[in-house]
């Protein structure tokens, strides 16, 4: 599986954006699926994930009731709505795609995108 992220930008606080994740392949739905993100001098960190059907989603505290991932199975394709943006969502954020269930590890993943930047200002 091929993954591709898309959607960062800079927004000021409080903001919004959506972010997406292309995936290759007929395989698509077999996969769970996660969005990590990584700041400047930390560890990458779990965001959400979604089960194969979509009807399972967890969630990091942090971004609980701001954030919300979603996924079209028919477009191969997993997307996160990012809603009252803080500074410190700042990061540069990963989709994943794993076999496992929509955990928080990121052992549980074996498929990588590239990142996209996320920068909020405040």
């Known amino acids: 599986v091929q993954l591709q992220a898309s959607g960062g930008g800079l927004v000021q606080a409080g903001g919004s954006l959506r972010l997406s994740c292309a995936a290759s392949?007929?395989?698509?739905?077999?996969?769970?699926m996660a969005w990590f993100r990584q700041a400047p001098g930390k560890e990458r960190e779990f965001v959400a994930a979604?089960?194969?059907?979509?009807?399972?989603?967890n969630y990091a505290d942090s971004v609980k009731g701001r954030f919300t991932i979603s996924r079209d199975n028919a477009k191969n394709t997993v997307y996160l709505q990012m809603n009252s943006l803080e500074p410190e969502d700042t990061a540069v954020y990963y989709c994943?795609?794993?076999?496992?269930?929509?955990?928080?590890?990121?052992?549980?993943?074996?498929?990588w995108g590239q990142g996209t930047q996320v920068t909020v200002s405040s």
């Open positions: 979604i089960g194969r059907s979509g009807g399972s989603t």
């Open positions: 994943a795609a794993g076999l496992g269930g929509n955990g928080h590890r990121l052992s549980g993943y074996d498929y």
């Open positions: 392949g007929r395989t698509f739905s077999m996969y769970a």
